[in-house]
């Protein structure tokens, strides 16, 4: 079982994170085969590390909304992307879907949050809505 500050939110550099990965890959460091799931928005662990690829195109998959709010999960390698292709500048393009989507009031509500008049206390501006 994992220590509960492993569960709750870890943020580690690129280079940590694909670390990590590499030694749950490599069967010196994970003789039994452990099997490491975990989420990110750290694009350039589609990239490559020292040469080689973080995470295989079988090991990618992403999540996203359709138009009904439902969750849709599908594989990087549904897309048959190219081993010489940079993965990382593609998913950041859009080609591979699974990007953030924001919405209209996205400017309002940031705007709303950061006045700065003293008109609006902090009660206020934490109900305006960000999506």
Partial sequence: MAPSWWTRSIRAS???TARLI???QDSATNPNGAQLIFTSHDASLLGRTDGEDVLRRDQVWFVEKNEHG???LFALADFKPRQEENRERRYLGGSYGG???IGDDFASAV???GDDDGKGGEAE???ASLF
Avoid: S
Wanted: hydrophobic share 30%.
């Fill in 22 to 24: 590499g030694l749950f």
């Fill in 14 to 16: 690129t280079r940590l």
């Fill in 70 to 72: 439902e969750t849709e």
């Fill in 111 to 113: 705007a709303a949050r």
């Fill in 99 to 101: 990007g953030p989507y």
């Fill in 125 to 127: 501006r934490t109900q």
